[in-house]
């Protein structure tokens, strides 16, 4: 049956992010119908699924337009079964699109299979990401 991968996601999108994007967006949260240029395509969705191995069993997603900074704010938490590399997909994909995570180094995901110890942090300074 395979294990699951949570993926716990927040960001602010830059204020120049393509529609395309945010309507990809918007449609993996489950805003609007599939639009006519879909650019992310992957099996799964990393924004939507739910495993009672995890804490938080039902996915929380949310999509909105912050007025203050004039940009979209994202924020997941989501599980699934991470067969693809779906949740590296996923944030490869954003990653330049996002203007601020959170604290100094800019953090935006943390993902932990159902079976590791320590999650995977993801910052948008300082590299990569961090074990």
Same mark, same amino acid.
């Given at each position: 049956?395979?294990?699951?991968?949570?993926?716990?996601?927040?960001?602010?999108?830059?204020?120049?992010?393509?529609?395309?994007?945010?309507?990809?967006?918007? /449609?993996?949260?489950?805003?609007?119908?599939?639009?006519?240029?879909?650019? /992310?395509?992957?099996? $799964?969705?990393?924004?939507?699924?739910?495993?009672?191995?995890?804490?938080?069993?039902?996915?929380?997603?949310?999509?909105?337009?912050?007025?203050?900074?004039?940009?979209?704010?994202?924020?997941? $938490?989501?599980?699934?079964?991470?067969?693809?590399?779906?949740?590296?997909?996923?944030?490869?994909?954003?990653?330049?699109?996002?203007?601020?995570?959170?604290?100094?180094?800019?953090?935006?995901?943390?993902?932990? /299979?159902?079976?590791?110890?320590?999650?995977?942090?993801?910052?948008?300074?300082?590299?990569?990401?961090?074990?």
């Amino acid at each position: 049956m395979g294990m699951y991968t949570e993926l716990i996601f927040g960001a602010e999108l830059k204020s120049d992010t393509p529609i395309d994007v945010i309507n990809t967006l918007k /449609y993996l949260v489950g805003d609007i119908d599939i639009p006519s240029n879909l650019l /992310y395509t992957e099996d $799964r969705n990393p924004l939507m699924g739910g495993s009672y191995y995890f804490g938080v069993n039902t996915s929380v997603t949310k999509m909105y337009f912050d007025g203050i900074s004039d940009a979209w704010v994202l924020s997941s $938490r989501a599980n699934i079964k991470n067969y693809g590399n779906e949740i590296e997909t996923f944030l490869e994909w954003i990653k330049p699109f996002i203007s601020q995570g959170s604290g100094n180094r800019e953090m935006y995901a943390i993902v932990i /299979y159902e079976d590791q110890e320590i999650p995977s942090i993801y910052y948008l300074n300082d590299g990569d990401n961090c074990s």
